[in-house]
């Protein structure tokens, strides 16, 4: 099974790129069943082993609270739950199972569509009653707010590689931007990070973020050459606030298109996964000391 595992993560060429989406995000919980269940061949998956990957997936604790050697991998928060109990420890939401189940899905299927597996596609369902609601995305509160404001970042840092520490400077980086744009506009952080400095757009009074695949005026685009967005309703125009062009967003803009730099943060490293696939939010979901 992690022979399979590391062939249905392997890069394909150019044209078959669109068959990974999604492959990256079910490393995990496919690495999970392999320790699970003892790196079984796909044959030897028999209805008894699938009921025990399922009972267990409700098993896996929250990253809180958990030694940082535990939290190498899923199978190693789950041990750590087994071992010392749930006193201290809380259960993912319902949402974050289902999510898994989609990855070990996409595995699944694939293996059947590459002839290594022949059995039946077992139907996950196990959820525990502990494991917790959902909750809906939220805005900060005016409190949160200003607490995030305060920072460093915000009012003097040290210098451009310590932004979170007090010191002497302001540095308008990709981080300061990237917090100020989602704060105001509401956007993703991927799609912050993939921003070019030609999704600015004005209708000559407002100024906007253009995220639309690609524009219809200018005629039909390759494939390649369109905005690829998490969802179908990512393909928007969004206001950009007052507050970043006083700022100096334009400034920012204009600099780097007479240097020939396309990319608006051109400092914003993206994520490259085992399967190929990009993820662009990095930066600002695990910020560091950066």
Excluded at 187 to 205: F, P, S, W, Y
Excluded at 233 to 253: C, S, T, Y
Excluded at 263 to 285: C, I, M, N
């Amino acid at each position: 099974m992690s022979a399979l595992l590391q062939e249905f993560l392997r890069p394909t060429d150019r044209k078959r790129q669109h068959e990974m989406k999604g492959r990256g995000e079910a490393e995990a919980v496919v690495q999970f069943a392999i320790d699970l269940l003892g790196d079984p061949r796909m044959s030897e998956l028999t209805e008894q082993k699938w009921k025990l990957l399922d009972e267990a997936l409700p098993d896996i604790p929250n990253r809180d609270k958990i030694p940082r050697e535990s939290l190498k991998s899923l199978f190693l928060r789950y041990k750590y739950a087994e071992t010392n109990g749930w006193s201290e420890l809380t259960r993912v939401t319902t949402t974050t199972i289902k999510s898994r189940w989609g990855g070990l899905y996409k595995f699944i299927d694939w293996a059947i569509q590459e002839k290594h597996y022949s059995g039946p596609r077992y139907t996950f369902e196990c959820i525990d009653p502990e494991n917790l609601a959902p909750l809906p995305r939220d805005a900060f509160d005016d409190e949160e707010l200003l607490t995030l404001l305060k920072q460093p970042l915000f009012t003097r840092c040290k210098n451009r590689m310590h932004v979170w520490q007090e010191g002497g400077f302001f540095v308008q980086s990709h981080i300061y931007w990237g917090f100020l744009i989602c704060i105001l506009t509401g956007m993703r952080t991927g799609e912050v990070g993939q921003l070019k400095c030609a999704n600015i757009r004005t209708d000559g009074e407002f100024y906007y973020f253009d995220l639309r695949p690609f524009d219809a005026r200018n005629g039909r685009v390759a494939l390649k050459d369109m905005r690829h967005r998490k969802t179908n309703a990512g393909g928007r125009v969004i206001p950009i606030h007052h507050l970043l062009i006083e700022l100096g967003l334009l400034d920012r803009m204009q600099e780097l298109m007479d240097k020939g730099e396309e990319r608006l943060f051109p400092e914003w490293d993206v994520y490259v996964r085992k399967d190929g696939t990009q993820r662009w939010s990095q930066p600002l979901a695990n910020p560091g000391n950066t």
